[in-house]
Structures are given as C-alpha cells and as structure tokens.
C-alpha cells in the first residue's frame, strides 16, 4: 500500500519517493529525508519517534492514531511528498 500511495503522491510532486522493504524495516525515502517502519516503531530523519503496530484486524496504529492499512498508508505517503 505504502508504494502505491507513494507513487501516486509522487505524479504531483517534484520528488519521487523509494520504498525499501527488508526483514526487519521498511524505509520510505523522498530526497533526503526518510520514515523508517520497525516492528514497534516509526521514526523519521527529523528524530521524531513514535509507537507503531499492526492490530490483529489489519488495522495500522501510528502514535494514538488508528486506522486502515490503506489510509496509513496514504497518510504517510502524502505527508512526505506533498508536506
């Protein structure tokens, strides 16, 4: 979702985004800054840390934000490619 979002926000930006996808992280890059995904945590290049989990509904909790996969995922995406 992460990567359809980012290539979507990406058509109106000046920036296209990097999704990177490993065992233990996920990294969304757009110049020079990133998001970075771990198991229990989503932490930016501007040192901004907060809790992260996937709830047993698929729902995506992000800080005291909860939500749809496919929302979080806009989310995101559009806050680094847009602002």
Do not use: C, K
């Not at 000046?14 to 932490?43: K, P, Q, Y």
């Amino acid at each position: 979702m992460l990567r359809v979002y980012a290539a979507a926000h990406g058509l109106t930006s000046t920036h296209h985004a990097v999704v990177e996808v490993g065992a233990e992280e996920i990294v969304l890059r757009v110049a020079e800054r990133w998001t970075r995904f771990t198991r229990d945590e989503m932490s930016t290049n501007e040192g901004v840390a907060v809790p992260f989990s996937m709830q047993e509904d698929g729902r995506i909790r992000i800080g005291d934000v909860e939500d749809e996969m496919d929302m979080a995922a806009e989310r995101v995406a559009r806050e680094m490619l847009v602002g």
